[in-house]
């Protein structure tokens, strides 16, 4: 029988040898593929550089999607994502790395996505509670795209991981990005 993680361990995210732009999540006993940025893990990390931050970055909150939400069980707030909630990536608007009612007049990332990357979108706080202009926006833990492709900076891991992951997420788990 596995030993099961504790809740509200760490987890490690390293990239995975060979591929510059993926990596391997730790989370006590579990280890899971995962998607990272296409420029790898960056402890210089800019807006738009495609770079996941390196960095110890606490889990806040999450969303999901209404209709998927349902075998997604945690101890994390996962409010349900409804059509005007969007997510600022202008460096010069005042709301700046925040969630945001769209339609909104600077740019903002549309967080009920086509697609089934946020289906389970957690927030990390990467440059959010002390926020910089430019140090990056929207760094979140979601699902991957199949054969785990890039993301513009955030951790992805597959919606199966993610199931078996969020019931020992709570408020307060640190994600760490190493080098190497």
């Not at 989370?27 to 210089?44: E, K, N, Q």
């Not at 089934?116 to 979108?121: Q, R, S």
Request: proline share 7%; aromatic share 6%.
């Amino acid at each position: 029988m596995t030993k099961k993680p504790k809740s509200g361990s760490a987890i490690t995210v390293r990239r995975r040898p060979g591929h510059p732009d993926q990596g391997i999540l730790r989370f006590g006993t579990l280890a899971m593929r995962c998607a990272i940025g296409r420029s790898g893990i960056s402890a210089l990390k800019r807006e738009g550089d495609g770079a996941t931050p390196r960095a110890a970055m606490e889990i806040c909150w999450g969303y999901v999607r209404k209709r998927r939400a349902q075998p997604f069980r945690s101890r994390l707030l996962l409010a349900l994502i409804r059509p005007e909630d969007g997510w600022c990536d202008a460096p010069s608007d005042r709301n700046y790395n925040r969630p945001v009612r769209l339609p909104y007049s600077a740019s903002a990332e549309m967080m009920l996505r086509k697609d089934e990357l946020y289906d389970v979108c957690i927030v990390l706080d990467w440059n959010l509670s002390s926020r910089r202009r430019q140090r990056g926006s929207a760094i979140f833990l979601h699902i991957a795209k199949p054969g785990y492709p890039a993301t513009e900076g955030c951790v992805a891991i597959s919606k199966r991981d993610m199931q078996r992951l969020l019931p020992y997420l709570r408020p307060g788990t640190r994600l760490k990005t190493v080098s190497g």
